[in-house]
């Protein structure tokens, strides 16, 4: 879509900074998505079928574990997901801290995290599509 619509300042053409887009999006569809499927089906959706407490908090542990490694490349940008500017990765990546963070149970502390999800709350599309109003 960003191709198409001449979405260049979302998905640049400069091929490195593609890469590092494409990284992420890929991270969050492959690990990040994947770490919490089991947590998320018990605790929101009471599935019968993911009632194993080991497995919830098997799943918890993961996805803690890939909010730490979002925490980390947060701190080396200072900012957005791939680097200073607002990027086509910060989408599917800013929904799933939003999931993150609305999903009860303990988290670790992730200071820059909580900056990006701030910095995510300022743009109105986000607040309208990706935090369903929740701020």
Not at 18 to 39: K, P, T
């Amino acid at each position: 879509m960003a191709n198409a619509y001449d979405g260049s300042a979302l998905y640049p053409t400069e091929p490195k900074t593609r890469a590092l887009i494409d990284q992420w999006i890929d991270w969050q569809g492959i690990e990040l998505n994947n770490s919490w499927v089991y947590a998320l089906m018990h605790i929101i959706r009471n599935s019968p079928e993911h009632q194993d407490q080991k497995e919830v908090e098997k799943s918890i542990q993961a996805w803690n574990s890939m909010m730490l490694i979002l925490e980390n490349q947060l701190a080396n940008t200072q900012a957005y997901v791939a680097g200073q500017q607002f990027s086509l990765a910060d989408i599917p990546i800013g929904l799933s801290v939003q999931r993150w963070y609305l999903t009860p149970f303990e988290k670790p502390d992730c200071p820059h995290v909580k900056r990006y999800y701030d910095l995510l709350s300022q743009r109105e599309p986000y607040l309208k599509w990706g935090n369903n109003g929740q701020n």
